[in-house]
């Protein structure tokens, strides 16, 4: 048996498209004093820290070293992840981790990017088969709405199911303060919004982000002692089936599906729709919000666009109340991406996620996704697990 861990303390930055007012190695050091002003404790007491952003999109090795100053790790241990957009979650389940096996108390994860110094297009094109895997050539865009779009065929999912989903997450990032993307908009201005690659248009797609994050996870005897309401880590299941973008299947997400129940299972749940307070979902282009709803086990496949988005199941005043933070669709620094899922679902634990607090949260889901549709799933409880 591992030891109980939680998280004390979350940092990130004011996201942006541009960020010229900071190097990468300065919104690093700003989200981590943050980090440790939210936790109330000092860089001294950090143990080790577990890094990752995504370097190939920003062609720059060895981040591990030069961000030395940013993340004050001189002379601490220093472990570096990168999966693809799954980065950030990784990197949180490696801390996870670090803290669980007992090697260290207090263990710091930080993630971040600069975008607007990278070719993410580039990287994702070149990454890919030309021949076997053409989809990727068109960058995410291009698998997202083929695969949206034989779930529409099979299932009856339309565009606008999408634009809610959309409209959902862009508005419920008015509420805060470090989103990237904040603006109100309707239903109808997602639909009449640049087709981009058919059915997903421009206001269904994430963007590119300038940020970082950090979050501070320890062990139980000094959790307690550094946090009146932990965000204790109840389950981390990552899911890297898939080599190939060839391999994949594209009308349900098998990753996601394997991961979520493997954790439902770890953390005692059976029904995730009524037992989860909240949900902070990896979520790359709103067509994923429909179609994944699936694979999350909600609803029986297929049924999502009935019976979760229609129904208006997940907006802030429904029954699980996803993406309060306005989630990737609103804020996209892709190193950094899926470890701010996983500090704003602890913030809601936590009670600390201001404009966009959920009522008594008591458990929150947080996931990542990224690569050739792999999939990264946390569970947060109040409660120790």
């Known amino acids: 048996m591992g030891k109980r861990v939680g998280i004390v303390g979350v940092g990130q930055t004011h996201h942006a498209a541009h960020r010229l007012d900071a190097s990468g190695v300065e919104l690093i050091a700003e989200a981590v004093t943050r980090a440790l002003d939210d936790a109330d404790m000092s860089l001294e007491q950090v143990d080790a820290i577990v890094i990752g952003n995504m370097d190939h999109f920003e062609n720059i090795n060895y981040v591990d070293m030069w961000a030395t100053d940013g993340l004050g790790s001189c002379m601490k241990p220093v472990f570096k992840v ?16 670090h803290a669980a096996s007992g090697l260290f108390d207090v263990v710091m994860a930080v993630g971040w990017e600069k975008n607007s110094e990278s070719d993410t297009q580039a990287a994702i094109a070149t990454c890919a088969n030309p021949v076997l895997e053409r989809d990727p050539f068109a960058g995410a865009i291009g698998p997202l709405a083929t695969e949206y779009s034989m779930y529409m065929k099979a299932y009856g999912a339309t565009e606008e199911d999408a634009a809610i989903v959309a409209a959902r997450d862009r508005n419920n990032a008015l509420n805060n303060i470090y989103a990237h993307n904040r603006m109100k908009v309707t239903v109808e201005d997602v639909l009449n919004s640049p087709m981009l690659s058919y059915p997903v248009k421009f206001l269904d797609m994430c963007p590119r982000s300038d940020g970082a994050c950090a979050v501070i996870f320890a062990v139980e005897e000094k959790a307690k002692k550094m946090c009146d309401r932990p965000a204790w880590v109840h389950a981390s299941v990552v899911r890297h089936d898939y080599t190939h973008f060839g391999d994949l299947e594209w009308q349900w997400m098998p990753t ?8 439902y299972k770890y953390a005692g749940i059976s029904n995730p729709l009524r037992e989860l307070d909240v949900a902070e979902l990896y979520l790359p282009c709103s067509t994923c919000g429909v179609k994944w709803m699936d694979s999350f086990w909600f609803c029986d496949r297929g049924e999502s666009p009935k019976k979760i988005i229609r129904k208006r199941v997940t907006e802030m005043d429904g029954e699980l109340p996803i993406n309060p933070s306005g989630g990737v669709i609103a804020t996209n620094p892709i190193g950094a991406t899926a470890l701010i899922r996983v500090g704003e679902a602890a913030w809601q634990i936590m009670g600390r996620a201001e404009g966009r607090q959920v009522p008594k949260v008591k458990k929150a889901l ?9 999939s990264d799933v946390f569970i947060l409880g109040a409660d120790l697990p």
């Open 256 to 263: 996601l599906e394997r991961a979520t129940l493997q954790a």
């Open 82 to 97: 990168t999966t693809g957009g799954t980065t950030g979650t990784t990197v949180g389940a490696a801390a996870y981790y």
């Open 366 to 374: 947080a996931t990542g996704f990224g690569g050739c549709s792999w």
